[in-house]
């Protein structure tokens, strides 16, 4: 918890009594590799924040291909937060790549942080705009460039990812195959 204390700290003034419902509303929790945080059709309550370890946020479609949205990597948020906001049954099942700890929330509890202590505003907007500049960045990304362009994307932000992460979580997150995949590294590792 001390490390998302300091990460808030590092950009805003942080109360005592904010700090102290921070540690309050959360549990540090280590899981082991391959445990479901979140389950796809599951009711979503939970928020996690990654101290260490490596997660995904993925569904599956109607034919049972998995199609992968987020990897969950240090200081990174990770949660179906479209069942949180609409008070519905999960889409995305989240799960730990490796042995991963975490501080767990309430989601519930931390939204009622913004009525309690309004001086935690600024940082939670400041990460929902980051959150959707990352999306939409995603988004365009997958409409203008080249599945090789997108994959040197991929190692940038994601430079230790690869050790634990599957070779189709990797090719679902670019949308390619595992072929495709497997033929831009050969390019790749040609140069």
């Given at each position: 918890m001390k490390e998302l204390i300091k990460?808030?700290?590092?950009?805003?003034?942080?109360?005592?009594?904010?700090?102290?419902?921070?540690?309050?509303?959360?549990?540090?929790?280590?899981?082991?590799?391959?445990?479901?945080?979140?389950?796809?059709?599951?009711?979503?309550n939970k928020i996690y924040f990654v101290i260490d370890g490596s997660l995904r946020s993925y569904c599956m479609d109607k034919s049972g291909k998995e199609h992968t949205l987020q990897f969950g990597i240090k200081d990174w948020w990770i949660s179906d937060y479209i069942a949180i906001h609409n008070n519905e049954s999960a889409t995305l099942t989240v799960e730990c790549l490796?042995?991963?700890?975490?501080?767990?929330?309430?989601?519930k509890k931390l939204n009622n942080i913004f009525t309690k202590f309004p001086e935690y505003e600024p940082?939670?907007?400041n990460l929902l705009e980051r959150h959707v500049v990352s999306l939409h960045q995603r988004i365009l990304n997958q409409l203008q460039l080249t599945a090789a362009e997108r994959y040197d994307l991929f190692l940038e932000q994601y430079a230790d990812i690869e050790q634990s992460a599957r070779n189709y979580h990797i090719a679902s997150y670019l949308g390619i195959t595992k072929e495709s995949l497997s033929r831009i590294r050969v390019e790749k590792n040609k140069k």
């Open positions: 990460k808030i700290k590092s950009s805003q003034d942080l109360s005592q009594e904010a700090e102290n419902y921070l540690y309050a509303i959360s549990k540090k929790k280590t899981f082991p590799k391959g445990a479901i945080l979140i389950r796809q059709g599951q009711r979503v490796k042995e991963s700890t975490v501080i767990e929330f309430d989601a940082f939670q907007r």
